[in-house]
């Protein structure tokens, strides 16, 4: 009786490997109900989003600058404005009032866009490439031309209340009309490019941060010497140098306004001057930032 249990046992065990050998030989596609297939094909890749635009990368760039040196805002227009003021009050005991204390009174209000837009600027990008900081910017997803107007429109910003108290001030003490001050609101923004974009190219340009500075200091030297002296007081190959300076072309339009009658053409022509200067200097600092930024 237990060789019939046994028997029974063995053959209903071999019954069921039997079903599942056959079972598994069948094929899922018979199946009721089986699993579709997997598509041989994945589905193509996500599309990109369209690339940043430049105005609103500018104006993002220009808040994140001047959000960055607020701190330093008031020592940066008082050191500026003081050092501009001081050279006004020592040409007062130079020059009398006339077509010298015309260019005097320019020179020294420009000299404030020139200490900011040529030299600190020119020191700022060269820190920030020897410190590795381009790199973070060259992550964000903005175009370089974006950076490099951001900043030095950021910068260029710092200048507009103390130029705007040299050149009242200079007014004032050399007895000059205040009538045209307007012209300022073109001066600034078009000089401060052009220098802007002279101290951005220094500092991207140059190899080590002590030069970016020493680039930086020489440009503000020759603003200094070349925009606030008399140019009738120069000798010729001196005057030749001036002409190569941008900010030259701002004195010039500025002192042209304090006359009766002033040539307004000519006014703008200088403007035009720094304006073309300025597309090109900037320009250059972009291409030399998307160089620098790869490496």
Do not use: K
């Amino acid at each position: 009786m237990r060789m019939g249990l046994r028997d029974g046992r063995g053959e209903r065990g071999r019954r069921r490997e039997g079903e599942q050998l056959v079972v598994s030989v069948v094929p899922a596609e018979v199946l009721p109900g089986s699993a579709g297939t997997v598509p041989e094909t994945a589905p193509g890749a996500a599309e990109l989003g369209p690339p940043a635009r430049l105005w609103p990368s500018l104006a993002a760039v220009y808040r994140a600058q001047l959000s960055r040196a607020r701190v330093a805002r008031i020592p940066l227009l008082f050191v500026a404005t003081f050092q501009s003021v001081g050279i006004a009050v020592m040409m007062r005991g130079v020059v009398d009032s006339g077509h010298e204390a015309q260019s005097v009174v320019a020179g020294s209000s420009v000299l404030v866009v020139a200490y900011v837009a040529l030299n600190l600027l020119s020191q700022y990008f060269g820190q920030l490439r020897a410190s590795g900081g381009l790199d973070h910017y060259a992550t964000l997803p903005v175009p370089p031309a974006a950076v490099v107007l951001g900043a030095a429109a950021a910068y260029a910003s710092f200048t507009v209340p103390g130029t705007l108290v040299t050149a009242v001030f200079g007014c004032v003490l050399f007895g000059l009309p205040l009538s045209n001050l307007w012209i300022l609101v073109a001066v600034i923004p078009l000089a401060g490019a052009a220098l802007a974009g002279l101290g951005a190219a220094c500092g991207l340009l140059a190899p080590r941060p002590e030069l970016a500075t020493l680039l930086g200091q020489l440009g503000m030297s020759a603003a200094l010497l070349l925009g606030v002296l008399p140019a009738d007081r120069m000798p010729e190959v001196v005057r030749l140098a001036r002409d190569l300076l941008p900010s030259t072309y701002g004195v010039e339009a500025y002192a042209r306004t304090f006359g009766a009658h002033p040539d307004w053409a000519v006014v703008f022509a200088d403007l035009g001057v720094c304006a073309g200067v300025g597309v090109v200097s900037l320009a250059v600092a972009t291409r030399a930032y998307r160089r620098a930024a790869v490496r």
